[in-house]
């Protein structure tokens, strides 16, 4: 937030000299100390780009530091002081440039100064809109309140020396320019402190947002492999070796994915689309359900695009199929078919396709959609976020859901992962 304030200052801070720049020159053509203007006009050019050079520079080693601070490992002090763009330096600067500029006015510009003046009256309210804004970043306030005074004194003063003597400073246009001064420097600091402040309150509750979510996929995970597989283990038979070694097989499996969403938030440490889809046909297996994969040609080229996140919205949505299937349809055989399909602007999606052969969903259900579905309505909204598609269609001994997902960049969205399948299944 700190930066994203400074920026926008930045841009105003350019919109301003292309002003100067239009404007100045021909104000200097009726000045009798042109030189003196030219000179003012420099340095006032010479400190836009130092305070800017500065920003960006402050900005680039604050981030160098976060970056070799998580690097090495070291948690921040929460005592010290935080490291922070708009600094000391830059506020003094800004400030003292704003009053010497001012007083600059009074040997450069003649009678008509206080009209003169009016481009450089923008710069010094930019001026202390950054201290404003510095203020409430951490800056001592007495900053910005000795500069602000100081400011506007010296502007007074400038428009009392000129032709119109001290009587100038009744007039509106001055009046209103003093008494401006002093509510932007309030308005300023107390806006810019309220979004940091609302910015603040805005990641904590994301983070209370995402703790909870973590618990909740969590229990979620230990409901869908520990205890299916505890399940499992009820319905073998322990005189078959192959049964018992094939469970084995699925219970290091859970482990695994346990201990890598304990350590890393994810269930897999590498996820690509055709791994995930041989690995939920092997899970099956342990269910009774014989899936028969059709991986098509597209896909196998395609693979490596689809990104890990991507993969694993698609993973619990096939689990949770390929479960129920087994526990609702009353069948066990099923048709997975994996391809690469355009959309109607012509990107590319990856379709999950799962069909069997079972009673199927009940009219009544089929009739208020997907969102009726207790084990369908959750992965469905969750790919129609990401701009994929989960449809149902289903009669007596045929049931078809596809599962769709945009290839696409991974624009730093967190990964959904898998939920508990409920009693409604895929057929």
């Known amino acids: 937030m700190e930066w994203q304030m400074l920026r926008i200052l930045l841009i105003f801070r350019l919109m301003h000299g292309i002003q100067l720049a239009v404007t100045v020159p021909g104000i200097a053509g009726h000045l009798s100390h042109r030189g003196g203007a030219s000179l003012l006009l420099i340095a006032v050019v010479a400190e836009s780009l130092w305070f800017v050079a500065r920003i960006v520079r402050n900005h680039r080693r604050v981030i160098a530091d976060d970056t070799e601070r998580e690097r090495a490992g070291v948690r921040p002090d929460p005592h010290a002081a935080p490291p922070t763009t708009y600094d000391g330096v830059a506020a003094g600067v800004e400030l003292c440039s704003a009053v010497a500029f001012l007083w600059a006015c009074a040997l450069v510009m003649g009678s008509h100064r206080s009209q003169d003046m009016a481009p450089l009256l923008v710069l010094t309210t930019e ?3 950054a201290a404003g804004i510095g203020s409430a970043l951490g800056q001592p306030r007495r900053v910005l309140l000795t500069g602000t005074s100081a400011i506007a004194a010296s502007y007074a003063a400038v428009v009392a020396l000129g032709d119109g003597g001290p ?20 308005l300023i600091r107390r ?13 904590d ?4 947002l995402h703790e909870q979510e973590q618990r909740k996929l969590l229990a979620i995970e230990l409901h869908n492999h520990l205890g299916h597989t505890l399940n499992a283990f009820q319905r073998i038979d322990a005189s078959d070796p192959e049964q018992i070694d094939s469970l084995r097989k699925s219970a290091v499996v859970a482990r695994e994915r346990l201990a890598t969403f304990i350590g890393t938030g994810r269930f897999s440490e590498s996820v690509p689309l055709i791994g995930m889809v041989h690995r939920q046909v092997a899970l099956a297996t342990n269910d009774t359900l014989t899936v028969e994969p059709i991986v098509t040609d597209r896909v196998v080229g395609a693979a490596a695009r689809v990104l890990p996140s991507q993969v694993e919205l698609l993973e619990p949505a096939l689990r949770a199929l390929l479960i129920n299937v087994e526990r609702s349809a009353g069948v066990h055989d099923a048709v997975l078919h994996v391809d690469l399909v355009e959309d109607a602007d012509g990107g590319e999606l990856v379709e999950l396709v799962v069909t069997d052969e079972g009673v199927g969903f009940p009219p009544a259900v089929l ?6 579905m207790r084990s369908l309505a959750l992965h469905e909204s969750l790919l129609r976020e990401r701009g994929g598609a989960l449809r149902v269609r289903s009669v007596a ?10 290839i696409q960049r991974d624009n730093n969205t967190e990964p959904s992962y898998t939920t508990e399948p409920s009693q409604g299944g895929v057929g």
Not at 191 to 202: E, I, M
Not at 205 to 208: G, I, K, R
Request: glycine share 14%; aromatic share 8%; charged share 5%.
């Open 367 to 372: 009739a208020r959609g997907v969102g009726a």
């Open 127 to 129: 001026q202390i809109s």
């Open 397 to 406: 001994g045929f049931t078809q859901v596809t599962l769709t997902l945009p």
């Open 191 to 203: 806006g810019a402190a309220f979004l940091l402040q609302l910015a603040a309150d805005l990641g």
């Open 167 to 186: 009587a100038a400073l009744a007039r509106s246009d001055v009046l209103i320019g003093l008494t401006g001064y002093g509510a932007l420097a309030y």
């Open 205 to 208: 509750m994301s983070l209370q």
